[in-house]
């Protein structure tokens, strides 16, 4: 069985263009698991959820690299748990490590694990260097006098609010529209989306310089 794998960062991004490669790839649109959540870890829904339904024998197939992820050290074990189960990644944009690990020569095999090592290391360095900027953003800020701090979750008591943001961000996984998530939490289509602008601006904040 083939199956893919979707990750962007924020509700902002924009899957189409992981999908499309993927079902070119040949995964059936069915088998495509998407998250909306950051690289930094593998503690993601519907990861975990394709991880449990992939068995020995089967595909799972990544737009490029780092939507697998951006940590070395977790990556490395997932990589190495795959392994072991018999269940092969591809990632589109490194398709040559596909033909090394079926390679029948060791050495060849040996070559592509490392290559897949190599760009988890660069991928968490570029997280870290992304996380570096921001960190100079708000030191600029900062002495320009901008900077205000975090804005503050919406009424902190607000469970709600902060309930239908989650939602909102993960609103493909969960498959609900913005409609829906109001009438859960019973709040208006107005109050959300200015929050959402709102949480907009704190982070255009702290990525300025």
Do not use: W
């Not at 495509?32 to 197939?61: E, H, M």
């Not at 100079?136 to 902060?162: C, D, F, P, T, W």
């Amino acid at each position: 069985m083939k199956y893919g794998y979707i990750r962007i960062s924020s509700d902002d991004q924009s899957e189409i263009r992981q999908k499309k490669s993927l079902i070119e790839a040949g995964v059936p649109e069915h088998n495509i698991y998407c998250d909306v959540i950051s690289g930094q870890n593998f503690n993601r829904p519907q990861y975990k959820k394709l991880k449990k339904v992939a068995q020995s024998g089967d595909t799972i197939v990544f737009h490029e690299l780092d939507r697998f992820g951006r940590n070395f050290k977790e990556g490395k074990a997932e990589v190495d748990y795959f392994q072991q189960n018999n269940i092969k990644l591809v990632f589109l944009d490194m398709e040559f490590l596909s033909d090394m690990a079926d390679n029948n020569d060791i050495f060849v095999q040996f070559m592509g694990y490392v290559q897949v090592m190599t760009a988890l290391i660069i991928a968490e360095k570029e997280r870290e260097r992304l996380k570096k900027r921001q960190r100079e953003g708000i030191k600029i800020a900062k002495e320009k006098g901008k900077y205000k701090g975090r804005v503050k979750k919406y009424h902190e008591s607000n469970v709600s609010m902060n309930a239908a943001i989650e939602d909102y961000h993960n609103r493909r996984v969960l498959k609900l529209t913005v409609q829906d998530i109001c009438k859960k939490y019973q709040i208006s289509k107005a109050a959300l989306y200015r929050r959402l602008k709102e949480l907009k601006e704190e982070n255009e904040l702290l990525v300025s310089e």
